[in-house]
């Protein structure tokens, strides 16, 4: 059974400062490397692999922050998707969708057009 979330406090993570894993429960993780950088790991098990979820710096993502994060990446795990694969899906749906954006010659062109009867 997992634990609850909530085992960290800002102050605990302001104050950790060495190497290692710490648990925040409901497999959110403060990791900090060798070389002091820290940042937030989601674990998680799906189909006999265990997957590794980044959700960001420590410097730039809360602690907050980081359990919605994992709540949101449980909530895609219940639902039976793998939170990596619909981030990256949604990353590249994003991509597509910028890259059929209108682009500035188009527009030039129609604003031209629009205005040269006038």
């Keep these: 059974m997992a634990r609850e979330p909530g085992k960290l406090t800002a102050l605990?993570?302001?104050r950790?400062?060495?190497?290692?894993l710490?648990?925040?429960?409901?497999?959110?993780?403060?990791q900090i490397t060798a070389s002091?950088?820290?940042?937030?790991?989601?674990?998680y098990q799906l189909n006999g692999k265990r997957r590794y979820m980044g959700l960001g710096g420590a410097a730039d993502v809360t602690l907050a922050d980081a359990r919605r994060k994992a709540a949101d990446a449980r909530k895609?795990?219940?639902?039976g998707t793998d939170p990596i694969e619909s981030a990256?899906?949604?990353?590249n749906a994003l991509a597509v969708k910028?890259?059929?954006?209108?682009?500035?010659?188009?527009?030039?062109?129609?604003y031209i057009a629009a205005h040269a009867s006038s």
Excluded at 36 to 43: D, L, N
Excluded at 76 to 79: F, I, K, Q, R, V
Excluded at 98 to 110: D, G, N, P, V
Aim: net charge positive; no cysteine; proline share 0%.
């Design 22 to 30: 710490y648990s925040d429960g409901g497999s959110l993780y403060l």
């Design 16 to 20: 950790a400062k060495a190497r290692g």
């Design 12 to 14: 605990a993570v302001a």
């Design 88 to 91: 990256r899906s949604q990353a």
């Design 98 to 110: 910028q890259a059929s954006a209108t682009t500035f010659k188009e527009a030039a062109e129609r």
């Design 36 to 43: 002091g950088a820290r940042s937030w790991i989601f674990r």
């Design 76 to 79: 895609t795990l219940s639902e």
